[in-house]
């Protein structure tokens, strides 16, 4: 196979696989997204986290959906490894990058918490 012909195949591999959502790691799929800050009685904050899918080179090749749940993913991913099991999100900012057909980076911020169930 030539160089050039194998370059293309790996360069859209790569550009492919930049344009679906985050997975989570193993044991993160646990964490929970909630809306409303936990008990402070039954829950101890563990510290702030931000979740990012996106960027200026794959944002418009990213479908909101994925770019939505790869943030989400990212922060449960974040708590994880803080121990956390609960994520408050605190605000999800969607940006373009100019000259784009639309969205291209959703960031969300968040408190990760563990707490007692």
């Known amino acids: 196979m030539s160089k ?4 293309s195949i790996l360069t859209i591999s ?4 930049a344009c ?3 997975h989570t790691l193993p044991g993160a799929e646990g964490v929970e997204i909630v809306n409303e800050s936990p008990d402070k009685d039954k829950c101890k ?3 702030e986290i931000v979740g990012s899918q996106g960027n200026w080179a794959t944002g418009d090749f990213t479908s909101n959906k994925d770019l939505v749940i790869g943030a989400r ?5 974040e708590a994880h490894k803080l121990g956390g099991n609960i994520v408050y999100i605190q605000d999800m900012k969607n940006t ?7 969205t291209t980076n959703t960031t969300a911020i968040g408190k990760a918490y563990i707490c007692s169930k």
């Open 96 to 102: 373009n990058a100019w000259r784009s057909a639309g």
């Open 45 to 47: 904050f563990l510290g």
């Open 20 to 22: 679906s959502a985050i």
């Open 4 to 7: 050039i012909k194998l370059l």
């Open 14 to 17: 790569i550009f492919m696989s």
């Open 73 to 77: 993913n990212e922060l449960r991913n």
